[in-house]
T-cell receptor, first 115, second 113 residues
Framework: DQQVKQNSPSLSVQEGRISILNCDYTNSMFDYFLWYKKYPAEGPTFLISISSIKDKNEDGRFTVFLNKSAKHLSLHIVPSQPGDSAVYFCAASGGLGNAGNMLTFGGGTRLMVKP | DAMVIQNPRYQVTQFGKPVTLSCSQTLNHNVMYWYQQKSSQAPKLLFHYYDKDFNNEADTPDNFQSRRPNTSFCFLDIRSPGLGDAAMYLC????????????FGPGTRLLVL
């Protein structure tokens, strides 16, 4: 049972345009959400996070939106750059007990930004 | 400045030959994690240490063990690697548990011949 899903395995965007990566979750106990970027042969790099008390968090070109009622979050990258081409993972944590402390990852979305 | 360091970056071992992967951190974080990642799948948590307290995930095979001799270092031991254990192994740290950002190392890619 996948509690965090990224339904688009890949996304192609033109340089300078907006990239929107989506993530859905099923566990209503999740209260902290993160986005990671991963280049080939490297570990995931933390990008941006949001707690459930907010619905938006912005850091430079990256903005994360959280819609708790829809159990949906999205990452917006504006403007997209070729160096943004990577696999993006969303992750969530929260809930009771030890399991609530762990991150649950989505399956990832490969973003390709074309020059 | 590297904060989570993994050595080696690439490791080749033989089927059944024990192998150890290492991780060190300069963040002085309380929690260290080991993940296994295959292809472009989501990272799969194997276990974590909160300080010296070891926590194994229920579905982590017994073939995988871990040691944390001090705050800075954590090791992943694979006692008898099988072909299915070929993967990227990621070490991560967080300051504490619960709603904490995890910081990942570059990973060690393990190849089993």
């Amino acid at each position: 049972d996948q509690q965090v899903k990224q339904n688009s395995p890949s996304l192609s965007v033109q340089e300078g345009r907006i990239s929107i990566l989506n993530c859905d979750y099923t566990n209503s106990m999740f209260d902290y959400f993160l986005w990671y970027k991963k280049y080939p042969a490297e570990g995931p790099t933390f990008l941006i996070s949001i707690s459930s008390i907010k619905d938006k968090n912005e850091d430079g070109r990256f903005t994360v939106f959280l819609n708790k009622s829809a159990k949906h979050l999205s990452l917006h990258i504006v403007p997209s750059q070729p160096g943004d081409s990577a696999v993006y993972f969303c992750a969530a944590s929260g809930g009771l007990g030890n399991a609530g402390n762990m991150l649950t990852f989505g399956g990832g979305t490969r973003l390709m930004v074309k020059p | 400045d590297a904060m989570v360091i993994q050595n080696p970056r690439y490791q080749v071992t033989q089927f059944g030959k024990p192998v150890t992967l290492s991780c060190s951190q300069t963040l002085n974080h309380n929690v260290m994690y080991w993940y296994q990642q295959k292809s472009s799948q989501a990272p799969k948590l194997l276990f974590h240490y909160y300080d010296k307290d070891f926590n194994n995930e229920a579905d982590t095979p017994d073939n995988f063990q871990s040691r944390r001799p001090n705050t800075s270092f954590c090791f992943l031991d694979i006692r008898s690697p099988g072909l299915g254990d070929a993967a990227m192994y990621l070490c991560a740290t967080s300051r504490d548990l619960g709603g904490q950002t995890q910081y990942f190392g570059p990973g060690t890619r393990l190849l089993v011949l």
